[in-house]
C-alpha cells in the first residue's frame, strides 16, 4: 500500500465544519479550521460562555450546597 500525503489544508470528505466559523477543518487543528478558532472556543469555555447543564435536585448526589467532608448534622436532643 502506497502512503498517502496529508495536506493540512484539505478536509476529509465528510468531515464536519469548523464549529465556529463554519470552514472547512485542518488536520492542524481538528476540529477548527485554524488556531483562531480554537483559541475562540477555548475562551468561550475559560470565560464560562459554554456550560454543562446540571439539575440542583439530583438525589443521588444530595443537596448542591452540601459539603462533602462535612459530617451530616444530627438534631439536638433535650
Keep these: 500500500m502506497a502512503p498517502v500525503a496529508v495536506n ?4 476529509k470528505a ?3 465544519p469548523c464549529p465556529i466559523c463554519g470552514k472547512p ?3 492542524r ?4 479550521c485554524s488556531k483562531r478558532c480554537a483559541d475562540v472556543d477555548l475562551n468561550r469555555w475559560l470565560s464560562g460562555r459554554y456550560a454543562i447543564p446540571a439539575r440542583d435536585d439530583d438525589p ?3 443537596p448542591a450546597d452540601a459539603d462533602p467532608e462535612e459530617e ?3 438534631p439536638v436532643e433535650d
Design 29 to 32: 487543528w481538528q476540529p477548527f
Design 60 to 62: 443521588e448526589n444530595g
Design 8 to 11: 493540512d489544508n484539505e478536509s
Design 14 to 16: 465528510g468531515a464536519k
Design 25 to 27: 477543518t485542518e488536520a
Design 72 to 74: 451530616p448534622r444530627r
